[in-house]
């Protein structure tokens, strides 16, 4: 592959949206893993919860995390490759 036509504004509003979307899934499954975690162990304290529900979140966020750079990444980098045009492997006829 070769690169052109990427700027480096291209690549910095990728990163922007990959960070600010980590940031909002992690937030959002986060919270939602921390309320599982809570409802499970109502007996524990609420430092152990804490813990466990910030452990249970960041393991549940990390598939979101990779869907969503995989869709970033195929919507505003790869339309940008061109593909660089490799010698023809056929067999050259003799005279």
């Keep these: 592959m070769h690169i052109k036509g ?3 504004s291209d690549w910095f509003l990728s990163f ?13 499954v986060g ?3 921390g309320v ?8 524990a304290s609420q430092d152990t ?3 466990a529900g910030a452990v249970i979140g960041f393991i549940l ?5 990779y869907f969503l750079l995989r869709f970033i990444v195929a ?8 593909p660089v045009h490799e010698p023809s492997t056929e067999p050259i006829a003799r005279l």
Excluded at 16 to 28: E, K, P
Excluded at 61 to 65: A, D, G, I, K
């Design 6 to 8: 990427i700027r480096e």
């Design 16 to 28: 922007l949206m990959v960070w600010f979307g980590w940031t909002l899934a992690g937030l959002i």
């Design 31 to 33: 919270g939602i893993g």
């Design 36 to 43: 599982l975690t809570w409802m499970v162990l109502q007996g």
């Design 49 to 51: 919860v804490a813990a």
């Design 61 to 65: 966020s990390l598939p979101v995390q």
């Design 75 to 82: 919507k505003f980098i790869i339309p940008k490759l061109e």
